[in-house]
């Protein structure tokens, strides 16, 4: 995979400030910041069929917004149990604070803290797992295909050092996005979008290399080749 290209490959795109700004006025707006996760599907289907300029054009607001809405809704079921075990360490906290017995106190204390450390580690897997899972469903453009955990564990066994360098440019793009908070804020608009695609990128590099799409071209990310013209007996092509 080619690591320097997901972070830089925006700019190779003729019309890269234009989209940037679309993207990261876009991505302030509550509901209508789906479109940009919608947008991130498409930069990962480019790059898997091997685009020039991946980066698409911004015409299919309606399409992206769903995709987006997909993609949201599935990253809310998978963080259903942290969100269910926080609330019930909230309770517990309010218990203790009122609690009169130092004994009940320590009981919640502990119950609170083995709590806070499954709600951690379980956004630890979400982190890991939810990326192979976007990739099944951009492959396969059903909501269902977020939960195939068979396939898309196997997936990710079978390409485990390619898809581990995979989360990690992705950690390292939302990393330098928050850096964007430096430049008085406003900065981060356009770098939160600029890690969004460049999540896209990466996994579309992955999907090239682990499972070419048929409609793609020869590309430089992965092994696929397209099948040679059948050539007729009077030498034109079929």
Not at 72 to 97: C, E, H, K, Q, R
Not at 122 to 134: K, M, R, T
Not at 207 to 234: C, H, L, R
Request: aromatic share 12%; with cysteine.
């Amino acid at each position: 995979m080619d690591i320097g290209k997901a972070f830089t490959f925006p700019f190779d795109d003729e019309d890269w400030v234009k989209k940037l700004i679309i993207g990261a006025v876009l991505l302030i707006i509550p509901i209508v910041n789906f479109i940009t996760f919608g947008y991130m599907i498409r930069t990962m289907r480019n790059v898997a069929e091997g685009r020039a300029k991946p980066l698409p054009e911004w015409d299919q607001w309606g399409d992206d917004f769903m995709k987006g809405l997909m993609v949201v809704l599935a990253a809310f079921i998978y963080s259903l149990p942290i969100i269910l075990v926080n609330g019930l360490t909230a309770i517990l906290g309010a218990i203790a604070s009122s609690a009169n017995s130092e004994g009940v106190q320590g009981v919640m204390a502990l119950c609170t803290t083995v709590l806070s450390c499954l709600s951690g580690l379980w956004g630890l897997v979400v982190g890991i797992f939810v990326p192979a899972a976007v990739v099944k469903y951009a492959q396969e453009g059903e909501f269902g295909s977020f939960f195939k955990f068979s396939e898309i564990f196997a997936w990710i066994r079978d390409n485990i050092k390619d898809y581990i360098i995979a989360v990690l440019v992705i950690i390292v793009a939302r990393i330098l996005a928050s850096l964007g908070v430096i430049a008085c804020g406003i900065g981060i608009l356009f770098t939160m979008f600029w890690a969004t695609v460049t999540m896209g990128h990466i996994l579309g590099q992955l999907w090239a290399q682990t499972n070419p799409p048929a409609a793609a071209a020869a590309t430089g990310y992965g092994d696929y080749t397209p099948p040679a013209p059948t050539i007729s007996d009077e030498g034109e092509e079929l």
